[in-house]
């Protein structure tokens, strides 16, 4: 059933929220005063909406075209950065980088940081995920889905992600218990069974 968390043999799957919700639960648990959010400069902009209310700063790294850059990721990274936050796809802008490229921004990356990964229009994607799917297990990065875009359920406000444990326990408490309607856990359970 949708609203639950599920246990894997390396990280857990939480669903039955938002996508954006699970964006503003993680930020409110991993950010707040004094701490930094970093994205890309045309990223999806309601991360900087998700900081404000986790009052922290909400900071961004210049694009290449359009696309993320790590190198300008990297660079732009300070002791007060606590989230990294990046769409690949981009959102809005629809480019992509090669799923190396994030496995590198995830490597250079201090440990400590976390890394969410915005993958809304990750089924527009023919890249291989398997490596993308694998980071959650280190225990720092968190991967987000959403059954908005592919699936056009934007309405019924179903998402779903893959979490270290840890994370995955510390975003459900800030979740709303009631955020999914009987009605969109039905037709989101449809659309996957399809």
């Known amino acids: 059933a949708l609203g639950q968390v599920y246990r894997g043999d390396r990280h857990m799957i939480l669903c039955g929220a938002g996508s954006m919700e699970l964006i503003g639960c993680l930020f409110k648990a991993y950010a707040g005063s004094d701490d930094e959010v970093l994205g890309s400069a045309y990223g999806y ?21 359009f696309c993320l850059d790590v190198d300008h990721l990297l660079q732009a990274v300070t002791d ?28 250079r990356l201090p440990a400590s940081i976390l890394l969410i990964l915005d993958q809304a229009y990750g089924e527009f994607d023919d890249q291989d995920q398997t490596e993308i799917f694998d980071l959650p297990q ?57």
């Open 45 to 65: 902009l309601f991360a900087k909406t998700a900081a404000a209310q986790a009052q922290a700063t909400y900071v961004t790294a210049p694009e290449t075209d």
């Open 80 to 107: 007060r950065t606590r989230i990294v936050f990046v769409c690949n796809p981009g959102n809005p802008t629809g480019t992509r980088i090669p799923n190396a490229e994030i496995v590198r921004l995830r490597e």
């Open 138 to 194: 280190q225990g720092n990065t968190v991967v987000l889905r959403t059954l908005s875009k592919a699936y056009g359920m934007a309405s019924a406000r179903v998402g779903w992600g893959i979490f270290p444990p840890d994370v995955a326990q510390e975003t459900r408490k800030l979740l709303n218990p009631n955020n999914v309607s009987g009605i969109s856990q039905a037709i989101a359970a449809a659309a996957i069974r399809d």
